[in-house]
């Protein structure tokens, strides 16, 4: 072999074995989320996924997976904590099972009305992130956040300005014991319905209403097949991201640090990009169908159906134990409804 073909040789080795080193330098977090591409919880991934890998100048890539690709919302928490996913959203109906108090987010009012005090709560509370996450690192999670995705609205057939109004009213509810005793605490008939079935059940009468935030309504279409859109304040939809704990204790301080600066980031952008995707959503739906009407229920409307569902918080702490008596009395003072 020449010198000439020696060194070219010996150069374009060098290359390989210098493009192979940081191709093993490069790192993938996979995240995983409930909804579909668009929804809210995809607008929080993709924004994470944006700064990550600014702030890591690509060193980590982030993948995101929608809704169905790696199964049901049980099956991204468990591939979470077992580590095949190092990030995932979860609601708090779902994460039940992993940490029962997380629960109390499924008591009606127990958010506060004010989105500044909800944005302030969710996103540093003590009860929540010193109280009840280190219950998650028991179970192989990591708790990053929690945020909103915008009000619970009710669709329903009829006008329903108090409790009255739901009398005799099969309202579709997920199979979750809190939700279907809030709804009999409301006067209605609460029926349990796999979400898949939902137009259906209400194109065929088999139920009259459901409750989801408008972005979901809109991109579902239930919207088609009911005649009013409800606002009762009784609850916003919110969402935890979940880390794997093993993973995320044996990140570098760097990375900690990269983490605590996107989550601080995302505590803002999530709230005003939920609140702009929610409003045109319905933006939207009033265009597709101006018959349809929109009720906010007023201050003294909304109290009818707090003081309905008052006892719904002792029937939790009741079902649920441990620690969730403490829980719900602390963040009802953390959110300024313990009047």
Known sequence: MSMKKFLTASLSA??????????????????????????????????????????TDGDVTVTIYTYGQLGTENDITELTASGAVQFSNASPGHLGTFVPEIQVFGVPYLLSQDPEVNKKVLSSSPTIYEKIGPDFESQGLKLYTMYPEGEMVWTTKKPVTEPADFSGVK?????????????????ANPTALPWGEVYSGLQTSVIDAQENPIFFIESAKFYEVTDYLIYAGQQEYTTTVVSNADFYNGLSDEHKALLADVKSELDDFIFDAQAEANAASLERIQAAKPSIEVIRLDEEQRAKFAEASSGIGDKLVEMVGGDTAEVLEALRKEFGTDM
């Open 14 to 55: 060098t290359a390989l074995l210098i493009a192979s080193g940081m191709a093993a330098q490069a790192e993938e977090w996979k995240f995983a989320h409930e909804e579909s591409p668009g929804d809210v919880q995809d607008i929080y991934a993709q924004e994470f996924k944006r700064l990550v890998e600014e702030k």
């Open 171 to 187: 309202f579709r509810v997920m199979t979750s014991p809190i939700l279907i005793e809030s709804y009999k605490s409301f006067g």
